[in-house]
């Protein structure tokens, strides 16, 4: 199932003003969307090979202005959402699945296994998780595939805990109880019983991940860490705007992070949302 | 107290693990990361092979990886952190020469972000579903939201590029770094011991911008939590109870309500510190702060062994300990969990 029609459920079932934050998170995120897949038709010029008057400030001719290498801003940062939205949504769903799978096992089975697993899960996610991911990503180098391989191991003890916690608490559920009595199998308890129990809980913890993770992958980038140039890439397109801080090019570093700050609201929103469908409590009455 | 007598010695007992397996993590991860450290050291090329291994017995990555580790293992046991090849110091030093200045950043941040997240958070759980609650919580996704360094950034470009009221980055002035012998460290604390009123407002001028990004993006966190957590408890029957015995509204909601819903606040504090240090990784590069965050990515970059792993235990062990403290204000705070 895609998001499209997780979303297109959700609205024939609820009124929008309600739910505006789920509205207008995936409204936001929507549009990042269609931005970045038709980027080279919506961008004025090519991010990369177009080099005009370099560090020019805002004009009608370049509405946010060009960087250090005359390249225009705007076109940069239409194509710069794509390594950040790769990123974030691949190491997210990777995540998922591994963090899903040992809280499962971890969570069913018990045992001296479940210790292991959680001593070593808490070890990771106690630790700051920018820092693993630096420390990750300086040992592999540079490169796209790299960078997801570093945040999504630092996303995996957040679904093992969420998986395993609630496994605990439906395993002794009466409906679980009763499937086990009639002799169905682990695999078909976990994916007939206990998945659809879970199932959205994972969506709103996922929307704080995606959200999150594109905050850590533009963090990587700004520290050096992130992909090599010239590809454009919000993160990077800021560190490379310190250097003219001084200077005064305002430009250079605004708007390549409004673009990180709105797409990270917007799924920080649908999380939101998501939350209060699950929790409706805490959208409570009025005193 | 005996109930949080075992809950703490269990703790205590799991935390020397769980330092070991990130200590164990990072220790073989360096080692099968690309880039020598002698040749980092050293610097540049054309450098006889000789002097290379001379280096490396030196180091002792000569031998093999096991032992390596479980010497470096020893060593740890013993309080040597071993030597950083960077700076040239013992790291244990180098940890402690930086440490402060980290802690400082620290306290004001979180102090700024419980200040601001709690206030948000009470507000609108108090106003909720009403436009005042939507916008804070609106405001609470977005700090959470952005980019702690283009925040930076920006406060930067603002106040001290084109306004100038306040330094771009480091901790004191140059000129009166030069003249400053620290006490303690902490150069706030410093500053009041010493009376030196001059300093005091230098000291601050520096704190004020990195102190307020971190404890801003902390914030909405905080927000959130006092949010949801106030909402749980302003039905509950004892605050009910409280606002038909006649009580203003005022004291309803802050005595009543607001204290019950301090204890979930007070337990994520722990993990707040851990997005605190993550946080102040990007706040020290983005200002110069010399603290043990900007420490641990130079040494990443120079591939500085020891000072990589001397960093991750310190910063481990200060996270644990953080947890732990939190966990004994806690039990104190809601008696049910002694029992």
């Known amino acids: 199932m895609t998001f499209a029609a997780i979303f297109r459920w959700i609205f024939r079932k609820l009124p929008i003003r309600k739910h505006y934050l789920l509205f207008a998170g995936s409204v936001i995120v929507g549009i990042f969307v269609v931005i970045t897949v038709f980027a080279s038709f919506i961008a004025p010029y090519h991010p990369t090979k177009d080099m005009m008057e370099p560090r020019q400030p805002p004009s009608l001719k370049h509405p946010m202005g060009t960087d250090h290498l005359g390249r225009d801003v705007l076109s940069r940062i239409i194509h710069g959402g794509r390594i950040p939205l790769t990123v974030a949504v691949a190491s997210t769903v990777i995540a998922l699945s591994i963090g899903s799978l040992i809280g499962w096992i971890s969570g069913y089975y018990g045992g001296l296994l ?53 496994v605990l608490q439906l395993k002794s559920e009466e409906f679980v109880e009763a499937a086990r009595a009639l002799g169905a199998r682990d695999m078909r308890i976990l994916l007939r019983h206990i998945a659809p129990n879970t199932i959205n809980s994972m969506m709103a913890v996922s929307s704080f991940c995606i959200a999150d993770a594109i905050l850590t992958e533009a963090g990587l980038a700004f520290l050096g860490f992130g992909i090599p140039p010239p590809t454009p890439d919000w993160g990077f397109d800021i560190h490379k705007g310190q250097q003219f801080l001084q200077s005064g090019d305002w430009w250079l570093i605004t708007f390549p992070g409004l673009m990180i700050i709105f797409l990270s609201l917007g799924f920080g929103m649908i999380g939101e949302g998501i939350s209060d469908l699950l929790n409706p409590k805490r959208r409570r009455k009025r005193v | 107290m005996g109930g949080v007598g075992k809950y703490i010695a269990t703790r205590l007992a799991v935390t020397p693990p769980m330092i070991l397996i990130l200590l164990t993590f990072v220790f073989f991860a360096l080692r099968v990361m690309p880039g020598d450290p002698v040749l980092a050291m050293l610097g540049g090329h054309n450098i006889p092979p000789e002097r290379i ?287």
């Open chain 2, 53 to 339: 291994e001379e280096y490396r017995v030196k180091l002792g990555l000569d031998k093999p990886l096991y032992a390596q580790y479980f010497h470096y293992l020893g060593n740890i046991f013993r309080g040597d952190f071993g030597k950083s090849t960077r700076t040239g110091k013992p790291v244990l030093e180098d940890i402690l020469a930086r440490f402060p200045a980290t802690l400082e950043l620290a306290v004001f941040g979180m102090a700024i972000a419980i200040l601001i997240g709690l206030t948000t958070g009470t507000f609108a759980a108090i106003r909720s579903d009403r436009p005042v609650d939507h916008g804070i919580r609106i405001f609470n996704i977005g700090s959470f939201a952005t980019p702690i360094f283009w925040l930076g950034l920006m406060l930067q470009i603002i106040f001290a590029v084109k306004l100038k009221v306040l330094p771009v980055a480091g901790r004191l002035d140059p000129k009166i770094g030069a003249f400053f012998r620290p006490i303690t460290k902490f150069y706030v604390l410093d500053a009041i011991l010493k009376k030196d009123l001059g300093l005091l407002i230098d000291a601050l001028k520096h704190l004020a911008m990195p102190a307020f990004v971190l404890g801003l993006v902390l914030s909405g966190f905080i927000g959130r939590i006092s949010r949801s957590s106030m909402l749980e408890v302003i039905d509950k029957e004892y605050v009910t109870t409280a606002r038909s015995k006649g009580l203003t509204e005022r004291a309803v909601n802050y005595k009543h309500a607001l204290r019950n819903a301090l204890i979930p606040i007070v337990t994520v504090m722990g993990l707040q510190f851990a997005l605190l240090m993550a946080g102040a990784i990007l706040t020290e590069t983005t200002f110069s702060w010399p603290g043990i965050a900007r420490y641990l990515v130079r040494s990443i970059e120079a591939r500085d062994y020891y000072a990589i792993q001397g960093a991750v235990v310190w910063i481990a062990v200060l996270i644990s300990t953080v947890n732990l403290i939190v966990d004994v204000i806690y039990s104190f705070l809601d008696p049910r969990v002694r029992y």
């Open chain 1, 114 to 166: 479940d210790r292991v697993l959680s001593l070593l899960m808490d070890s990771i996610y106690s630790f700051p998780s920018m820092i693993l991911a630096i420390i990750i990503i300086a040992m592999l180098g540079p490169g796209v595939l790299n960078i997801i391989l570093s945040i999504f191991v630092i996303y995996i003890p957040t679904y093992f805990r969420v998986v395993r916690g609630q």
